[in-house]
């Protein structure tokens, strides 16, 4: 099950035990990455269309959020490669 497809199990009374091992890949990063821009743009009260709708916006979106994310972790005297939920602190 990948981290960006959310799941839930209803198993009653019963106990459940869940291991998750999770892979990022450059794609699940683009994709997130997206994500993070929409989330900012829409708080912003821009209307947009879901990823994966238009690859073409998706790219300019995806280098437009990556360059201010980057910026923004250099200011901070963060690693601009890790986000910061993945970071440990």
Same mark, same amino acid.
């Given at each position: 099950?990948?981290?960006? $497809? !959310?799941?839930?199990?209803?198993?009653?009374?019963?106990?459940? *035990?869940? *291991?998750?091992?999770?892979?990022?890949?450059?794609?699940? +990063?683009?994709?997130?990455? *997206?994500? #993070?821009? /929409? =989330?900012?743009? #829409?708080k912003?009260?821009?209307?947009? #269309?879901?990823?994966?709708? /238009? !690859?073409k916006? %998706?790219?300019?979106? =995806?280098? $437009?959020? +990556?360059?201010?994310? &980057?910026? #923004? $972790?250099?200011?901070?005297?963060? %690693?601009?490669?890790i !986000? &910061?939920? $993945?970071?440990?602190?």
């Amino acid at each position: 099950m990948p981290f960006t $497809a !959310p799941h839930l199990v209803n198993n009653l009374d019963n106990v459940s *035990i869940t *291991i998750s091992m999770t892979s990022c890949t450059e794609e699940t +990063r683009r994709t997130e990455t *997206i994500h #993070r821009g /929409n =989330h900012k743009l #829409r708080k912003m009260g821009l209307k947009l #269309r879901p990823v994966g709708q /238009n !690859p073409k916006v %998706d790219a300019v979106k =995806h280098a $437009a959020f +990556r360059a201010y994310l &980057d910026v #923004r $972790a250099r200011r901070l005297g963060k %690693d601009p490669l890790i !986000p &910061d939920w $993945a970071m440990t602190y």
